[in-house]
């Protein structure tokens, strides 16, 4: 079983800043387009951001253009989100997740693979 794991989530003020870190196997890593995803309390899970394997073309949520942005180490098998400017309304789970296909899906059924989630709590 593929199994990605996350990291970095926490409590955060509103106007601050955290960097969620995502570890995959390589043979995933090096292979697979990547995607976070947030699921808020009664809400249905939603496309934040993806990168493709090459690291080249990346893209976002409409509300969090400007303020987050993804981006890959392959030499660690890690992908991160750095999110900046946070607000009370990012607050959620977040989700890594693998893609084998080229596209840069918004749709969490065509992810192959997921982790556990890391919980992000913007305070206002």
């Known amino acids: 079983q593929v199994q990605l794991v996350e990291s970095g989530g926490g409590l955060v003020q509103a106007g601050g800043s955290l960097r969620l870190s995502c570890s995959a196997p390589g043979r995933i890593f090096s292979n697979y387009a990547l995607g976070w995803f947030r699921q808020a309390p009664g809400k249905e899970r939603e496309f934040v951001a993806a990168?493709?394997?090459?690291?080249?073309?990346?893209r976002y949520l409409e509300s969090v253009k400007g303020r987050f942005t993804i981006s890959r180490d392959n030499a660690k098998n890690t992908v991160f989100l750095q999110m900046n400017t946070l607000k009370p309304e990012d607050t959620a789970v977040y989700y890594c997740?693998?893609?084998?296909?080229?596209?840069?899906?918004?749709?969490?059924?065509?992810?192959?693979?997921w982790g556990q989630g890391t919980q992000v709590t913007v305070s206002s």
């Open positions: 990168i493709t394997w090459s690291g080249l073309i990346t």
């Open positions: 997740a693998a893609d084998r296909a080229l596209g840069l899906s918004i749709w969490p059924r065509d992810y192959d693979y």
